[in-house]
């Protein structure tokens, strides 16, 4: 059984709009002009096309790497 980041980079592996997730503390400024709740060691994950401004409102928090890519897959993609 494939794990949900394994499942979101299959779904994620022709669109121009690639999974990112950090954690909060690495993108402090970005979650608080979001508006969402600013938590340093939770994850924080959005879609975004490498090298163009296009991008996903930031989902988060999380609590792993794993929840926050289900969310995405949840968000953008389908089953």
Do not use: H, N
Not at 11 to 34: R, T
Not at 58 to 78: H, K
Request: charge should be negative; include cysteine; glycine fraction near 6%.
């Amino acid at each position: 059984m494939q794990t949900a980041i394994e499942r979101l980079k299959e779904a994620a592996k022709d669109s121009f709009m690639k999974p990112q997730s950090y954690m909060g503390a690495d993108i402090q400024e970005a979650i608080m002009e979001a508006g969402l709740d600013l938590e340093d060691d939770k994850v924080y994950a959005r879609l975004s096309a490498p090298g163009y401004l296009d991008c996903t409102d930031w989902s988060g928090p999380f609590d792993t790497t794993e929840e926050a890519a289900q969310a995405l897959l949840d968000l953008y993609f389908e089953d």
